[in-house]
C-alpha cells in the first residue's frame, strides 16, 4: 500500500470513528420515545428482539458491540447478517426471511435516530 | 456485489474489524471496576419512563435478595447469607420499617435465603446451599420450620424462593449443579467441589447418555494429573454411550412444587438451567426466569442469552443440550479460542425444546420477575425483570456492560424495553459509571395494591482479577411508582 493510500485509509477510518463515537443508549427512559409507528418497523422490533437483542441490547453493546451508534448502511448491514463476521453467526434466509430482514434494518435504522 | 460496492465497503469494513471484533476488543464487564466505599445513593441517577418516580426504601442491606409484604402494609426483605465469592453469612428475614430501619424477624443456618414469599399467615423461603436445599415456612414472630428438605443445591445454583400459584401450591425453581451438565474445574473455583467431591447434576426423570467425557485438570489433588469426567456424574467419573440415569423428584434444574401444608414436592417442568424466579402472570399463566449458560467448565457455551419462558406442566425445556429451542451443537454456540463445539449429552431428548417467551441479554443474570395487574402502575400485563448483571470475565467476556437494570417484557411479542437504568453514555452499574443510581438489582415484586414496584438491589459486586468479591452492607431496596399528577397507565408519546 502506498503512502497516499495509507493516509486515505486513516483519514476514512478516522472520520468513521469519529461518527461512531457517540451513545449507543436508546432506552425509552432516556429518550422518551416510544413504539414504533408502522407495522413494518413493529415486525421489525419483534425480529430484533428475538436474533438481535441477547447480544446487542436495545443495540447498544453487550456480548457483542453496539449498533446504534455506527453509521452504516442497510446493505451491509445484511451482508454482516447473512455472511456472519468473527464471532457473529450467520443468519441465512431459512433462519431469517428477506422479509424479516429488511424489516428489522429498518428497524434499527428508526432506532439508531432516536437519540437522547 | 459490484467492484464499486466492494470497494466503498472496504473502509466500513475495517471499522467493523477495528471496533467489533469480538476476539480483538478486552472484557468490559459491568464489575470489572474498582469500588470505593461508601455506596452513593442518589435516585436522580435513574432514569425512568416519564411519569414515573424512584425513591430508596432501605440502604445499608447486607446481599439483599428478595421483598415480600404481608398484607397488612408490612414490607420485608430476605438477606441471603451467602454470596458467590465464597462469603458465608448468616441468611435473615428482616421487617422494613416505615423510617427504613429494619428489624430482625428471622435467621438461619444454611444459606442463601434466594426469596421470600407470604401465604396464609406465614413467609415461605427458598434458600440452601452449605447443606441441602430447602423450602422453609417462617412466621410472622420467627419460628422456622422445614416444608420441604434434601434438595440438590450444593452446586452452582441453588434452591430459589418460592411463590403461591392461583391453585394454592407453592412453586420454586431448583438449579443445577453446574453449567451445562459436567463437574469440572470451574466448580473447584466456585468452592464446592472440594466440599462435595461427589456432588453432580440429578435429573427430573430417566435420561439416557450419549457417552460423552470430557477431560480436565483434576484440582483435588496435589498432583498435575488429570481426570475424566461424564454428565450428570460426580468428578471423575466416565461415563458410557447408552448409560441411564435414573430421574428423581428432588432434581434439579426445575420448577417444583408442594402444598403449603408439606408432603412429597412435584416436578413441575424441567430442563432449565436455573430458574431463578417464578411469576403468575394476571391470566394464571406461570413466567420463569432462566439464567443461561456460561463460557466456563468442560463443556463452555457461547452466545446464550437469558430467558423468560412461560412454563407449561410436564415439559422439558432443553438444558444440558438445547438453548432456546436451538441444540448446542452448532456454529451459534462455539466457545472462543478454539474450544470445542458443545456436543450433545444425551442420547435422546424427552421432547422438542418449546421456544421461550423472550430472549434476554447474555449474560445479563435477568432474575426477579412480576407482572403489574392493572392502571394504578400502567404496562398492565406486562412483566417486570431485574437484572442483576454480568460477571464477566468469570462466566464469559463482554465488550460493554450487560444488565444492571430494570426492563419491561411485553410477553405477547418478545419485545424488551428498558424501564429503570442508570444515566450516562454508557450502560453500567453505578459504581463503575460514578453515579448514585443502581448497582444489582436481583428481585423485584410489586406491592399487593400494584401502583408500587419493589426493587432489591444487591449492592456492590466487582470482579477484579476474575473473581466475584461482594461488598456487604451496600444493599438498596428501592420502591418505583408513578409521580403525583401523572395519568395511570398511560404511555409515553413517540417523539419522531
Redesign the interface.
Same mark, same amino acid.
Given at each position: 500500500m502506498t503512502g497516499a493510500r495509507v493516509r486515505a485509509?486513516v483519514l476514512?477510518?478516522g472520520l %468513521?470513528?469519529v461518527a461512531?463515537c457517540g451513545?449507543a443508549?436508546r432506552?425509552? +427512559? %432516556?429518550?422518551?420515545?416510544?413504539?414504533p @409507528?408502522t407495522a413494518e418497523l413493529q415486525l421489525g #422490533?419483534?425480529v430484533f428482539?428475538?436474533y438481535c437483542? #441477547?447480544?446487542h @441490547? =436495545?443495540g447498544? =453493546?453487550? %456480548?457483542? +458491540? !453496539?449498533l446504534n451508534n455506527?453509521p452504516? @448502511?442497510g446493505?451491509?448491514i445484511k451482508? #454482516?447478517v447473512r455472511n456472519g %463476521?468473527? !464471532?457473529? +453467526? !450467520?443468519f441465512p434466509s431459512r433462519v431469517l426471511p428477506g422479509e424479516e430482514l429488511n424489516a428489522m434494518v429498518r428497524y434499527l435504522k428508526w432506532l439508531r435516530a432516536r437519540r437522547p | 456485489m459490484t467492484a464499486r460496492r466492494g470497494a466503498r465497503a472496504a473502509p466500513l469494513l475495517a471499522l467493523l474489524l477495528c471496533s467489533g471484533c469480538f476476539r480483538l476488543l478486552p472484557s468490559r464487564g459491568g464489575g470489572e471496576t474498582r469500588f470505593e466505599p461508601p455506596r452513593r445513593i442518589e435516585p436522580a441517577d435513574v432514569a425512568l419512563p416519564a411519569g414515573y418516580r424512584i425513591e430508596p426504601v432501605a440502604q445499608g442491606l447486607t446481599f439483599p435478595t428478595s421483598v415480600a409484604f404481608d398484607g397488612e402494609g408490612g414490607v420485608y426483605v430476605t438477606e441471603a447469607g451467602y454470596s458467590y465469592g465464597e462469603v458465608v453469612l448468616e441468611p435473615k428475614l428482616l421487617r422494613v420499617e416505615p423510617d427504613g430501619r429494619t428489624t430482625l424477624v428471622a435467621s438461619g443456618r444454611n444459606p442463601p435465603w434466594n426469596g421470600a414469599t407470604f401465604a396464609d399467615g406465614a413467609f415461605y423461603i427458598g434458600g440452601g446451599h452449605l447443606a441441602h436445599g430447602q423450602i422453609l415456612r417462617v412466621t410472622r414472630d420467627g419460628r422456622v420450620s422445614v416444608l420441604v428438605d434434601s434438595l440438590p443445591s450444593l452446586g452452582d445454583h441453588h434452591t430459589n424462593g418460592p411463590v403461591l400459584g392461583p391453585d394454592g401450591w407453592l412453586y420454586w425453581g431448583q438449579g443445577t449443579a453446574t453449567n451445562a451438565g459436567v463437574v469440572g474445574p470451574d466448580n473447584y473455583d466456585y468452592g464446592w467441589l472440594q466440599r462435595y467431591p461427589r456432588f453432580h447434576d440429578v435429573p427430573c426423570a430417566d435420561v439416557t447418555l450419549a457417552g460423552r467425557n470430557f477431560t480436565t485438570a483434576n484440582p483435588l489433588t496435589p498432583e498435575d494429573d488429570r481426570a475424566t469426567t461424564g454428565a450428570f456424574v460426580p468428578f471423575g467419573v466416565a461415563t458410557t454411550a447408552g448409560q441411564v440415569i435414573r430421574g428423581r423428584p428432588r432434581c434439579g434444574g426445575a420448577v417444583l412444587r408442594v402444598r403449603p401444608t408439606g408432603g412429597e414436592p412435584e416436578v413441575v417442568a424441567w430442563g432449565l438451567r436455573n430458574p431463578f424466579a417464578l411469576a403468575f402472570s394476571p391470566d394464571g399463566a406461570l413466567y420463569a426466569t432462566e439464567n443461561q449458560y456460561d463460557v466456563r467448565g468442560s463443556r463452555p457455551v457461547f452466545g446464550a442469552g437469558d430467558l423468560l419462558w412461560r412454563v407449561q406442566p410436564g415439559v422439558w425445556y432443553g438444558w444440558p443440550d438445547f438453548y432456546a429451542g436451538r441444540a448446542l451443537n452448532q456454529e451459534w454456540f462455539d466457545p472462543p479460542g478454539g474450544r470445542p463445539r458443545p456436543e450433545l449429552l444425551l442420547a435422546r431428548h424427552p421432547n422438542a425444546p418449546p421456544r421461550p417467551a423472550a430472549l434476554l441479554g447474555v449474560h445479563s443474570a435477568s432474575s426477579g420477575i412480576d407482572f403489574s395487574r392493572g392502571p394504578a402502575f400502567g404496562h398492565a400485563g406486562q412483566a417486570f425483570v431485574a437484572q442483576f448483571g454480568d460477571l464477566a470475565p468469570t462466566v464469559g467476556k463482554v465488550v460493554s456492560p450487560v444488565g444492571f437494570k430494570v426492563v419491561r417484557v411485553d410477553v405477547a411479542s418478545g419485545v424488551i424495553h428498558d424501564f429503570a437504568v442508570n444515566r450516562g453514555s454508557t450502560n453500567g452499574p453505578a459504581s463503575r459509571l460514578g453515579g448514585g443510581g443502581l448497582e444489582r438489582p436481583l428481585g423485584l415484586r410489586f406491592d399487593p395494591t400494584g401502583a408500587a414496584l419493589y426493587v432489591v438491589d444487591f449492592g456492590v459486586m466487582t470482579t477484579v482479577d476474575g473473581q466475584p468479591r461482594p461488598r456487604p452492607g451496600t444493599g438498596v431496596l428501592w420502591r418505583i411508582s408513578r409521580a403525583p399528577g401523572t395519568a395511570p397507565g398511560a404511555a409515553p408519546e413517540d417523539t419522531p
Open positions: 485509509a476514512v477510518c %468513521l470513528a461512531a451513545s443508549r432506552g425509552v +427512559p %432516556l429518550t422518551g420515545h416510544g413504539e @409507528p #422490533q419483534r428482539a428475538r437483542h #441477547q447480544c @441490547p =436495545g447498544a =453493546g453487550g %456480548l457483542g +458491540p !453496539a455506527k452504516l @448502511p446493505w451491509l451482508f #454482516q %463476521l468473527g !464471532a457473529m +453467526p !450467520a | -
